[in-house]
């Protein structure tokens, strides 16, 4: 099971961190990814990680301004999300092996 947290409203220029908590089940050595989903928009990608942490990609939209990182040890993969834009607004969604999260709703506000 997938669990995202640490969505929530921010106004444009604010951060928010989110999580990705597995458990049931471990993917150590699986690549994690965000994705999002604006209203009325297909589900884009955001970015993702290697196992290792060692190897991260993100979309050109998101480049700069957000972080992914993982905690192998907790299970647990992370999006710091800086300098947020009105376009950020979405539902972000992590998945790793073919399973996804829930997801966790963001809205940044002028």
């Given at each position: 099971?997938?669990?995202?947290?640490?969505?929530?409203?921010?106004?444009?220029?604010?951060?928010?961190?989110?999580?990705?908590?597995?458990?049931?089940?471990?993917?150590?050595?699986?690549?994690?990814?965000?994705?999002?989903?604006?209203?009325?928009?297909?589900?884009?990608?955001?970015?993702?990680?290697?196992?290792?942490?060692?190897?991260?990609?993100?979309?050109?939209?998101v480049?700069?301004?957000?972080?992914?990182?993982?905690?192998?040890?907790?299970?647990?993969m992370?999006?710091?999300?800086?300098?947020?834009?009105?376009?950020?607004t979405?539902?972000?969604?992590?998945?790793?092996?073919?399973?996804?999260?829930?997801g966790t709703?963001?809205?940044?506000?002028?």
């Amino acid at each position: 099971q997938l669990v995202e947290s640490g969505g929530g409203m921010v106004q444009a220029g604010g951060s928010l961190r989110l999580s990705c908590a597995l458990s049931g089940r471990t993917f150590s050595t699986a690549p994690m990814r965000w994705f999002r989903q604006a209203p009325g928009k297909e589900r884009e990608f955001v970015a993702s990680i290697t196992w290792s942490g060692g190897n991260t990609v993100y979309a050109d939209s998101v480049k700069g301004r957000f972080t992914i990182s993982r905690d192998n040890a907790r299970n647990t993969m992370y999006l710091q999300m800086d300098s947020l834009k009105l376009e950020d607004t979405a539902i972000y969604y992590c998945t790793v092996a073919g399973f996804w999260g829930q997801g966790t709703q963001v809205t940044v506000s002028s």
